[in-house]
């Protein structure tokens, strides 16, 4: 058998607030500037913003929909044509469930709409089941925006990606977050990095590099605190900012 190039699936991951889905927004701009085509999966159920920083004027259709929504997802999910082949490549998806602009493109699972309408777990299968699915083309790159904390790892979602990228900001939770993090990728055998996000200093960035050093956790970039980050998120604006992830040496 031909053995093809992919390109990779990386989710985000980490504290509340830590910054992922800013990370999300930055690496989309730093990778589609490196000419890739970037798909962005938003696969948090709560937060809805993202195609917002991401400077597109609405969301795209959740996925969700597509198989008919919670209630129905066990049955149609076998009889959506999407979901029915091998796998799934970014060509394929329906066009009311991705959004496309300038390279960049945005697929959303689902959210959580209405109090009392049930758990979440229904989206952590469909997660799982497009990312294991999903095949990129070489010059594709996939970052999948991820729920806080660890529970997608319980749900399995992130078996179908190919590697951990943590985001740890300054704190002690940030950090044990970041070693349990560590833990469970490593139990399904995925590779991992850390990039730190929301550093005041550079004296702070060698403590919380060398705190991670010795944890095993490869610390592969900084993100400052940015004022400028910190304002367009507080306005609702996109973030292109694509040159705000500075690679250590
Ligand atoms: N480098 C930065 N400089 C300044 N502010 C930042 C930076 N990164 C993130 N922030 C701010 O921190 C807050 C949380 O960021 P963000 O929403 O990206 O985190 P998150 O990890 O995706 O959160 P959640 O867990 O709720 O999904 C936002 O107000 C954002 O503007
Ligand atoms: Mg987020």
Redesign the pocket.
Known sequence: MVKTKMGMKIS?C????????????LLAAQAGAQGFKVLVVDS?E??S?LYR?LGFSRPPTPLMELVGGKKELKRKMSQADLFHQGSILTKDIPADYVLRQNGLMLVSIGKIMQALEGCACPMGVLSREFLKKLELREDEIAFI?M???VEHFGRGIDAGIDGVLL?V?PSFESVAIACKIKELAAGIGRRLWAVL???GSEALAVRLKNELDQKNIPVIGV????????????DGRPLIKGE?VKVLI
């Open positions: 985000i980490g504290k509340g607030g830590s910054g992922k889905s800013t990370l999300v927004a948090d709560s937060n913003g920083t925006d729920e806080a904390g985001v900001e996000n929301k550093v993100v400052p605190h940015d004022p400028e980050v910190f304002e367009a998120s507080l705000a």
